[in-house]
């Protein structure tokens, strides 16, 4: 799952090489709220890279009581790292050096979808892996034309099953796409 713009950008933090770290706020809407919250479930867990669960510890758990907030505090967060000890925001743990054998492991399990937020360079190595079975996409009614993009240059062409979509009130469009495979 991912806050998009037309152009491909995911990035949101502010620094000095992106001014434009608020640029999804004025999209914000209950409508928006409530269609991320279907999208990810009631009950979900998180794989998260190791520099968005560091973004997202700074910020969630000061979040305060809403319907994400305690959703994304509950949820187990799985991340890749190489630093699995200093995962203070729990629940967590690492998934290990082979991040792909993980996944699939945690897969055959009975617990809850696994959600990935951002992340980029884990999104492209689960999606070369097969590993993606939805791809949900909140495309905002913006060009940002530089940032972090969801998708690495060197991922292979896939093809993704158009699922269906939803707009809110604010022209932001949640889209989703079931993985399909590799492009014919």
Do not use: C
Not at 153 to 173: K, N
């Amino acid at each position: 799952m991912a806050h998009i713009s037309l152009d491909g950008v995911i990035q949101h933090e502010n620094d000095a090489q992106f001014t434009h770290g608020d640029w999804t706020t004025p999209y914000r809407t209950p409508a928006g709220l409530a269609a991320v919250l279907e999208a990810q479930g009631r009950r979900f867990d998180l794989l998260l890279g190791r520099r968005t669960y560091d973004l997202w510890a700074g910020y969630w758990p000061n979040a305060g009581d809403t319907p994400i907030a305690n959703g994304i505090n509950t949820a187990t967060k799985y991340v890749a790292t190489h630093r699995p000890d200093s995962l203070v925001w729990g629940p967590a743990q690492g998934v290990g050096p082979d991040i792909a054998e993980a996944i699939r492991a945690l897969k055959a399990t009975a617990g809850p979808d696994l959600v990935v937020w951002g992340s980029t360079t884990l999104t492209s190595a689960l999606l070369d892996a097969g590993l993606v079975d939805e791809v949900v996409l909140l495309t905002y009614p913006v060009l940002l034309g530089q940032g972090k993009r969801l998708f690495s240059d060197s991922i292979t062409a896939r093809e993704l099953a158009f699922v269906g979509s939803q707009a809110t009130p604010s022209g932001v469009l949640v889209s989703t796409y079931r993985y399909v495979g590799a492009l014919q």
